[in-house]
């Protein structure tokens, strides 16, 4: 009987939850609404930024660059 019990808890406590969440969301509807057309538009991706094959170039050159120096400095603290 326990078991049962402890699913009948359970359930209460879901339909609790069930209910804040509707009245959450009847909340949100109703700021929605009162937005007016602005919130009835769907939601765009953010547009991803493209980097030019020249731009790209020259940010591997400069890595390039600032690694060689790191080596450089790993090599004469080595010796």
């Known amino acids: 009987m326990s078991i049962l019990a ?41 547009k991803k930024r493209v980097l030019s094959p020249a731009g790209r170039a020259k940010i591997a050159a400069a890595a390039r660059r600032r690694w060689a120096k790191v080596r450089a400095k790993a090599r004469k603290a080595a010796s």
């Open 6 to 46: 402890e699913i009948k808890r359970e359930e209460r406590k879901l339909e609790k939850q069930l209910g804040n969440l509707q009245y959450r969301l009847k909340g949100v509807r109703s700021a929605a609404e009162a937005l007016g057309g602005s919130a009835n538009r769907e939601l765009t991706g953010v």
